[in-house]
């Protein structure tokens, strides 16, 4: 079964630094997610993507998130400069259609030093 | 704001068991009603969801009832089994696509 892969899956960084996340989604998918879920509390929604474009964005995606499709299978999340409060588990999500359930990867842990 | 309120936060059931967690929501736009079960060192999976026409699915041991008045739903799990240990987050989408989740249950089942 095709599946949705992160890289890397431990990412450690200094506070201050960019950060790049990087997912490839299923690759008949057209709509493209990244989610945090900070240590033991709920999974939050960051932004969707479709079309080569931002559809939605959550209030925690701020001007020091991005994300980007820079080629036809990989969906990236860059963060400019790192907070301490940016340390979480970040997952990329697909789906083909809308209504559709979406299709998680097993997520980048993100530690900020 | 929470937009879907999950309880309770931890369970605990015996091997054959009926495992219950209970979700609330209040924005009457939410189209789309997903349970997702995750283990250590994974992503969510989905298990099984709902829409909000239709007041119970069941797939295997798994069933969601849905209560369109009172804005609830619950994910049932028969026979639980010790494999099922896992978090359970309820999730609830708006049509613009924007899932919004609970906060997660803990479920542990005692052999």
């Known amino acids: 079964e095709p599946e949705v892969t992160q890289t890397p899956s431990h990412q450690v960084t200094q506070m201050g630094q960019e950060v790049i996340l990087r997912c490839v989604p299923i690759?008949?998918?057209?709509?493209f997610y990244w989610y945090r879920q900070i240590l033991g509390q709920k999974v939050e929604f960051l932004v969707s993507f479709y079309n080569n474009e931002i559809s939605e964005k959550s209030e925690i995606f701020d001007d020091q998130f991005s994300v980007e499709r820079p080629d036809g299978s990989n969906f990236t999340l860059k963060i400019r400069s790192t907070k301490l409060e940016d340390s979480a588990m970040y997952f990329c999500?697909?789906?083909?259609?809308?209504?559709?359930?979406?299709?998680f990867g097993d997520g980048t842990r993100l530690s900020i030093l | 704001q929470q937009q879907v309120k999950q309880s309770p936060q931890s369970l605990i059931v015996q091997k054959g068991g009926i495992s219950i967690i209970n979700c609330a929501y209040e924005?009457?736009?939410?189209?789309?009603f997903p349970w997702y079960q995750q283990f250590p060192g994974k992503g969510p999976a989905l298990l099984i969801a709902?829409?909000?026409?239709?007041s119970e699915k069941k797939e295997g041991r798994f069933t969601i009832s849905f209560n369109k008045s009172a804005k609830q739903f619950s994910l049932h799990i028969m026979d639980s089994q010790p494999g099922d240990s896992a978090t359970y987050f309820c999730?609830?989408?708006?049509?613009?696509?924007?899932?919004?989740f609970g906060t997660g249950t803990s479920l542990t089942v005692i052999p």
């Open positions: 999500a697909s789906v083909r259609h809308k209504n559709q359930p979406q299709h």
């Open positions: 999730a609830a989408k708006l049509a613009g696509n924007q899932f919004y």
């Open positions: 690759s008949n998918h057209l709509y």
């Open positions: 924005n009457t736009a939410f189209d789309y």
């Open positions: 709902i829409r909000p026409d239709v």
